[in-house]
């Protein structure tokens, strides 16, 4: 090492750190601040995967609840269609207009058509006068199954306007007959109505057909 003379600062050594004698230490560990802003991030993300997680339950629930209530609508709809012909239900009354329509196809053959042969209220009246030809006990029976018929496609729209019923399926089945019955049994629906008072029967059979089978 070369001298120092008096009042010259003696030059760093080689392996002396460049830092002030009373500089702090370094601390390599992580602020207590950091380490907890950390674990803070770490429940956060656990808490929003739990949230994830539950939202997609509920939409999986959800989407089964509206597959059985959609399913639940087709089955109803196929119920009706089975008592349309179950002779329990309205089946009876169906096996009833058609032998009175099979007795008189001669007379009634110029009327099969909605839109053909006479006019609506000539083809009502017509029909109207066929019925009062039938001895009483027919005819009683006649109306009946018109009233039965009424009732039917009532419950019907009635299934279709609370979501119970499939309204595709209820259409596509019931609006051929259903319209042409309102057009061929207006005049026996409306002595039926008069007779016993129930001004509302058939009420849903014309919103069924006017609502939902005009094309």
């Not at 929003?48 to 339950?57: D, L």
């Not at 007379?107 to 083809?123: D, H, M, N, Y």
């Not at 009233?147 to 051929?176: H, P, W």
């Amino acid at each position: 090492m070369p001298a120092v003379s008096a009042g010259q600062t003696p030059p760093a050594t080689a392996d002396a750190p460049n830092v002030p004698s009373d500089a702090p230490e370094t601390d390599t560990t992580a602020p207590p601040e950091v380490a907890s802003n950390t674990a803070m991030s770490l429940r956060d993300k656990i808490e929003m995967g739990s949230w994830i997680a539950t939202i997609a339950a509920l939409v999986f629930t959800a989407g089964q609840i509206y597959q059985w209530r959609e399913d639940r609508k087709a089955d109803l709809s196929l119920e009706m269609v089975a008592r349309f012909s179950d002779l329990e239900y309205a089946g009876s009354a169906r096996r009833e207009l058609a032998q009175f329509w099979w007795q008189n196809s001669d007379a009634l053959a110029k009327v099969t058509a909605i839109k053909g042969g006479i006019p609506p209220a000539q083809r009502q009246k017509f029909l109207e006068l066929l019925f009062q030809k039938r001895p009483p006990v027919k005819r009683q029976e006649q109306f009946a199954a018109v009233s039965e018929m009424a009732n039917f496609f009532d419950q019907v729209e009635l299934c279709i306007a609370t979501k119970r019923c499939d309204a595709q399926i209820a259409t596509d089945y019931f609006c051929g007959y259903a319209a042409n019955f309102a057009d061929l049994y207006q005049g026996p629906l409306t002595q039926v109505r008069e007779t016993f008072g129930t001004s509302g029967l058939g009420t849903g059979l014309q919103h069924f057909v006017e609502a939902r089978c005009d094309d």
